[in-house]
């Protein structure tokens, strides 16, 4: 009896560590940034230091998202600096006129509508509510890719048990019902759904 | 102790158990679903920048203003103008999805030459060689564009000819045309001053014109009201969408509207019900009209007095049918306000084309309709943006499709004044295609530029200092400070409207009442749409609906 | 402060174009039809049909009725049906919101509309090579086996909100919501707005003694109105809603 419930005991510890360790490695794999953007860096050598000052809400309700070639080209239309990243920026795209396959980590599925003028702008959220401290990092996060369902890691969270989060890691509609809870702001299903 | 079957079973269990305290199934279950939402082959729209541009419609010679929301740099939405004081924001129904038409699987990609796949350079040598070899006749289907000046002055230049086709629209008019010595192109219809319309068969709400003009009067004056301002009187042997909303539906039997013209006259010139300032009576009886259109004598003295009461009063036709015309001679329509008015100065008529020309080679450019097959022995290099299947064509030659090629758009035919507009390439021209235009200047560098062309049609207009610029507000043409300003806003889909011709320029010299011609066949739902293929999305007004009877197949 | 979006459809200005229909699928992505589909298999969220008064001659009449979701107000059949809770009316709109997500191709709720206004994807939309290009990013594009049917363009209305947020507002500007077959339609025939301002057009139109309902006497209540002067076209709607003392009924 005893051995076999070392040996349930065993299977169990087998588990654990597949589910918990083993199980996030294999259900996500890392895919490369087109090329590497330094937030904090590049705020302090350009003077834009808000989130806006590239990632703007126009006046018709539009949000640019990562900027595109256009706006990255006021300034580096040449070579500003040295580094490898805007090397890679300004010749491989800036000068052939395509713009970087960047990996989008909130990408949401298409039937989901979320308008970022309603949340900076009627709400009065701020980018680091949702996106965390990311203008304040030197560093792109490392995009892991769920094999299942195509979508960025930061959608579920680092955390696979959904536990002690910071701000900015997850992104489900269980994170925006809880939020929309707290706040009482109550939306219809086509309210966040297209 | 050995490790038996039974350590595998039991320790089975435990990871089972123990799986279940793991992220594992519950992630699976929740990315499955998610995985099971998304199929690769369910596409969605792109992800781009949203954006909104105007534009005109190239589709056919209307030039209906466009409004084209575009995402990712593709049209993704179309719809019409409100403030284009001619269609008021009005677009055809098969407009709404021509943002898909260049993708058609009949979209023509590649130069085609005895079924097989050919070069450009291929159609330039073999072109070249027939000009070399013999006259070259160029057939333009919509004259007055500033390509059209291109075709034109190849033809003169290599001793070819420069040939138009009429929209059936404008041949409608050439019995003025005829009677008057103006061009039936300078003529239009002043529906807006109209107060009593006897329409024979035309679709006036369903397709006539364009879009939204009429529909828009009539809907402002007429619909639903019992004693309306606007008259709407419909002859014709069927109850079409037209004739259900008029005023008064008149059944006639198939083909009789040239008697009933006659009849008309008859009653209106014998009781003196018009100033007698027309041809004289027709010949046919007024006994013979009411056998040959099925109504009573009574009837149409009845009709003869109603179509009088509400003046000004025009009879408008399908086709050029000259009792119908002459009926407006006598009802003094021609030339008047709210009748037959003359839009633009009138200009020498262009050579309209004739069957069986005997040229060694003959250029087709995009704008002929797809069902003009030319009888002819010539070398024919048609240029079309789309295959409409059939084609006796020599060369097949790929041109641009739905605004992907910058061109004017000249005065639609039946306007009352003359209208001036651009039409952008919202979507880069596709590498592989051309426009006939660019073809011959391939040819001969010497040929004028279409965009300059354009630019100097823009500079000629601020210069007269006449008419109106309507983009988002109207602005006269003498308030814009250059003639750069004002050629921007036509750049971005403004219209350019001229101001009214005064009254009383067109004179129709008409002493006797004219021979019947052949009547004019009935108009489907499709005819003013001059493309070979329809919008994917169209087949739900037949396919998916009883809304309308099937396109029928056009041929070449 | 909340919305009851709605319409008036004025079937004395309907021509039976059918630029409604076009328009409407244009907007939704609604795919082009597969070559097996029929009349009954189609998907068409705006549908025109042709009425007649069934005589022969010069007696006779036709007319066209734009058919769409009639966004019930009360007692919504597919609502009360739908075991997925993949359609809800929308408190701040009154739009009777179809949730294509959830669907799972039960298809009771088209057996519960009366007024047959709600589709099902039979086959997985298809689009020639390139097409999906001109797609509206605005609307999902559904996969067989869910059931569609009219928003009310909720896309647009997502586009008047997030611009009126841009400008610091929580209401929308009228002239920015305005559905395709509003937009389409040539002759002005449907009227759109928010019945519950007394002073827009459509409140002013519903309101008329001319219009009605279809189908009033079941209690759906929709929020899609007709209105018309021709008496046999009221007959055939509703048996109640015919009047027959008014001399503008006998008008035909």
């Given at each position: 009896m005893k051995r076999n419930a070392l040996v349930f005991l065993v299977g169990v510890v087998i588990a654990l560590i597949a589910g918990w360790a083993v199980f996030p490695r294999v259900l996500y794999v890392s895919r490369q940034q087109p090329l590497d953007f330094f937030h904090k860096t590049h705020a302090e050598k350009s003077g834009l230091t808000t989130c806006d000052s590239c990632h703007v809400v126009g006046s018709d309700g539009q949000f640019t998202g990562i900027p595109r070639n256009e706006v990255c080209s006021t300034c580096h239309a040449d070579k500003l600096g040295t580094s490898e990243s805007e090397a890679l920026l300004v010749d491989n795209y800036l000068k052939q006129s395509e713009q970087p396959p960047w990996l989008i980590y909130s990408q949401q599925p298409a039937n989901v509508w979320f308008s970022h003028a309603i949340h900076t702008k009627r709400a009065g959220l701020n980018c680091t509510d949702c996106h965390g401290n990311y203008g304040e990092t030197d560093q792109l996060k490392v995009y892991e890719q769920n094999r299942i369902t195509g979508y960025s890691r930061d959608i579920w969270g680092h955390s696979m048990s959904r536990l002690r989060r910071a701000p900015g890691d997850g992104m489900k509609m269980t994170d925006c019902e809880n939020c929309h809870r707290r706040h009482h702001v109550e939306v219809s299903c086509l309210g966040c759904h297209q | 102790m050995k490790f038996s079957r039974r350590d595998l079973f039991i320790g089975g269990a435990g990871i089972a158990a123990g799986i279940v305290f793991t992220p594992v199934p519950w992630k699976l279950l929740g990315d499955t679903s998610i995985w099971t939402q998304n199929w690769p082959w369910i596409p969605q729209g792109a992800h781009g920048p949203v954006e909104t541009k105007h534009s005109v419609c190239t589709l056919c010679a209307a030039g209906c203003g466009i409004r084209v929301r575009m995402a990712a740099g593709w049209p993704v939405g179309i719809s019409g103008v409100a403030?284009?004081?001619?269609?008021?924001g009005a677009l055809c129904p098969l407009g709404f999805a021509a943002q898909q038409l260049n993708w058609h699987p009949q979209r023509l990609r590649e130069v085609r030459h005895g079924g097989r796949t050919a070069s450009w350079a291929e159609a330039q040598a073999a072109f070249e060689k027939a000009c070399g070899e013999g006259p070259v006749t160029i057939v333009d289907g919509r004259p007055g564009r500033a390509a059209s000046s291109v075709l034109e002055a190849f033809a003169a230049k290599h001793a070819g000819d420069y040939r138009v086709l009429l929209d059936e629209e404008t041949r409608a008019l050439s019995p003025y045309a005829m009677w008057s010595g103006v061009s039936a192109a300078a003529l239009g219809y002043d529906l807006e001053n109209m107060q009593t319309i006897v329409s024979f068969g035309v679709p006036l709400l369903d397709g006539w014109g364009t879009p939204g003009r009429f529909t828009r009067l009539w809907s402002e004056?007429?619909?639903?009201?019992?004693?309306?301002q606007l008259r709407l009187i419909q002859i014709e042997p069927g109850l079409s969408r037209t004739a259900a909303r008029a005023w008064r539906w008149t059944a006639i039997h198939e083909g009789s509207g040239a008697a009933l013209a006659a009849g008309l006259a008859q009653v209106l010139i014998q009781e003196h019900l018009v100033n007698g300032q027309g041809p004289a009576p027709p010949q046919m009886s007024l006994v013979d009209a009411a056998a040959q259109t099925g109504l009573s004598s009574d009837a149409i003295r009845e009709l003869a007095r109603t179509i009088v009461e509400r003046r000004p009063v025009v009879a408008i036709a399908a086709g050029d049918e000259p009792a119908i015309a002459a009926l407006n001679v006598v009802l003094g329509a021609v030339g008047t306000s709210g009748g037959i008015v003359l839009k633009s100065k009138p200009q020498g008529s262009q050579v309209q084309l004739e069957a069986g020309v005997g040229h060694r080679a003959m250029l087709l450019d995009s704008t002929v309709p797809w069902d003009f097959a030319p009888q002819t022995n010539a070398e024919v290099f048609r240029f079309a943006a789309w295959d409409g299947g059939n084609s006796k064509a020599d060369w097949l030659l790929p041109s641009p499709g739905f605004a992907e090629e910058l061109t004017d758009v000249p005065t639609a035919s039946t306007s009352a004044r003359e209208t001036y507009a651009i039409a952008v390439n919202?979507?880069?021209?596709?590498?592989e295609t051309k426009t006939a235009a660019q073809f011959l200047t391939n040819i001969d560098g010497t040929l004028p530029d279409v965009d300059k062309g354009i630019h100097a049609r823009c500079e000629h207009l601020f210069e007269s200092k006449a008419g109106t610029v309507h983009a988002e507000q109207a602005t006269a043409v003498a308030k814009f400070e250059s003639a750069a300003k004002m050629e921007e806003q036509l750049r971005q889909g403004a219209i350019w409207v001229g101001d009214p011709l005064k009254a009383g320029g067109l004179k129709c010299a008409l002493k006797q009442w004219p021979a019947a011609a052949n009547p004019a066949h009935a108009i489907d739902w499709t005819a003013a749409w001059q493309l070979p293929v329809f919008p994917p999305l169209a087949a739900k007004l037949y396919q998916e609906s009883d809304l309308r009877e099937a396109p029928g197949r056009r041929q070449a | 402060m909340s919305a009851r979006y709605g319409m008036v459809i004025d079937l004395d200005r309907c021509t039976g174009c059918g630029a409604c229909m076009v328009a409407c699928a244009a907007e939704n992505n609604v795919p082009p039809p597969h070559t097996r589909t029929t009349a009954r298999t189609g998907i068409t969220p705006m549908l025109v049909h042709k009425l007649s008064n069934g005589k022969e001659g010069a007696d006779a009449r036709e007319a066209f009725i734009p058919i769409t979701c009639m966004q019930c107000g009360e007692e919504t059949p597919c609502v009360s049906v739908c075991p997925q809770q993949a359609v809800q009316v929308d408190k701040e709109t009154g739009i009777v919101m179809q949730m294509v997500q959830r669907c799972l191709g039960c298809r009771y709720c088209m057996t519960a509309c009366p007024y047959h206004a709600r589709y099902f994807n039979w086959w997985d939309p298809e689009w020639p090579a390139g097409m999906e290009k001109s797609l509206n990013p605005g609307v999902s594009v559904r996969m067989r086996g869910v059931v569609e049917k009219c928003n009310l363009c909720d896309a647009r209305y997502h586009l008047a909100l997030s611009k009126a947020a841009a400008a610091g507002k929580k209401e929308i500007d009228p002239a920015d919501y305005v559905p395709a077959c509003v937009e389409a339609c040539p002759t002005g025939a449907i009227v759109f707005g928010n019945l519950t301002n007394a002073n827009d057009p459509v409140a002013v139109a519903a309101h008329s003694p001319d219009s009605f309902r279809l189908l009033e006497q079941i209690g759906t209540e929709p929020k899609i109105h007709y209105k018309t002067k021709q008496n046999w076209i009221r007959a055939q709607a509703d048996r109640n809603a015919v009047r027959s003392n008014s001399p503008e009924a006998q008008h035909v």
């Open positions: - | 403030t284009n004081p001619i269609t008021k004056k007429a619909a639903g009201a019992a004693d309306p919202l979507v880069a021209q596709p590498g | -």
